[in-house]
């Protein structure tokens, strides 16, 4: 079956970057999507197929996939962007999600 | 503006089965595909299946013959049941809407707020 893997943890300063990888086999030949998570809250899609932002979702959200990997940046990072973000995608009939990465602002 | 939620019991026992409701308003449940999606505690999203009118149906292999999912359109609500459950069923469970753009994207685009189901031993 197919996996994405991402990185446990990023932790970014205020007005800092912050890059969350998401890989799998061959992604860049898929779509890839992000949702950010808060404590107690349901998903919030903020990218779809692979770059897109939903209406409502801030600029500094932005997505690319190539490869096998595929990125979310969040630039100028705020206190409220803290979360967790999973990254899916559609393979064969599944939806797979990624084990998640927990974004913490420093 | 799509809005979704979820009802049902909040303890189930084990060995029986876990049903769920997902009152849907703002669209009709004809028109798009609709998903179940559930979260244990501290683990990641998994998805447990969808639906789509009238009754075309697409599980998670891992859960094998214990889902099924149904449409009601007389009150635009969609339902869960999932068989046998154990302990490690206790999740948070969400429903969603689920887009499909040309076969190729597909992606959660409403969620409902959850539903805590906690499984007894």
């Known amino acids: 079956s197919y996996e994405l893997t991402q990185p446990p943890s990023v932790s970014v300063s205020p007005g800092q970057t912050a890059t969350i990888t998401c890989s799998g086999n061959?992604?860049?030949?898929?779509?890839a999507y992000w949702y950010q998570q808060k404590p107690g809250q349901s998903p919030v899609l903020v990218i779809y197929?692979?770059?897109n932002r939903p209406s409502g979702i801030p600029e500094r959200f932005s997505g690319s996939n190539s490869g096998d990997t595929a990125t979310l940046t969040i630039s100028g990072t705020q206190a409220m962007d803290e979360a967790d973000y999973y990254c899916?995608?559609?393979?064969?009939?599944?939806?797979?999600f990624g084990p998640g990465t927990k974004v913490t602002v420093l | 503006q799509v809005q979704l939620q979820e009802s049902g019991p909040g303890l189930v026992k084990s060995s029986e089965t876990l049903s769920l409701t997902c009152a849907v308003s703002?669209?009709?449940?004809?028109?798009?595909?609709w998903a179940w999606v559930r979260q244990p505690p501290g683990k990641p999203l998994e998805w447990i299946g969808s639906?789509?009118?009238?009754?075309?149906?697409n599980y998670a292999s891992s859960l094998g013959s214990r889902v099924t999912i149904s449409l009601d359109t007389s009150t635009n609500h969609f339902s869960l049941n999932l068989g046998s459950v154990t302990p490690a069923d206790t999740a948070v469970y969400y429903c969603?809407?689920?887009?499909?753009?040309?076969?190729?994207?597909?992606?959660?685009?409403?969620w409902g707020p959850g539903k805590l189901v906690t499984v007894s031993s």
């Open positions: 061959k992604l860049g030949e898929k779509f």
């Open positions: 639906i789509f009118y009238p009754g075309t149906t």
């Open positions: 969603a809407r689920d887009l499909s753009v040309s076969g190729i994207s597909r992606y959660f685009d409403y």
């Open positions: 899916q995608a559609w393979d064969t009939n599944t939806y797979v």
């Open positions: 703002g669209a009709s449940i004809t028109s798009r595909t």
């Open positions: 197929q692979d770059t």
